[in-house]
């Protein structure tokens, strides 16, 4: 009984796991930063764009708490109403939130403390 078919195959399995081969999409996944900066009103950047399967952290660099939540896939102008928020997240001085965007679309966000600082996480295929 020959023993090297699936032998090999193991051997090639294990060597691909370990070389990350097999995981493709967690290889491109990135982490990009938004801060709230202290003394600006607004997240920066305002509008990100990035890849389904990135990782978006929320830094509060800010001395008072922001919050963060989410606005769902409509548009400032739409009369649309939003989804259940996704996000929604108190974000004290020094703390930060990493949420990760597995759909693409554009999502909208905003500070429940601060109305006028708000953002646009766009995720592309």
Known sequence: MSTNGPTALIVVSVLLAAWGVGDVADARAATL????KAG???FTPQRLTIRAGDKVTWVNQDDELHSLVSAGLVSRQSTTEPSEPFINTPLPSGASYTQVFTQPGTYHYFCANHMQ????VVAEE
């Not at 930063?33 to 709230?36: E, H, N």
């Not at 600082?117 to 646009?120: A, F, I, L, N, T």
Request: hydrophobic share 65%; glycine share 10%; charged share 25%.
């Open 33 to 36: 930063k938004v801060l709230v």
């Open 117 to 120: 600082v708000w953002g646009v």
């Open 40 to 42: 600006v009103e607004e």
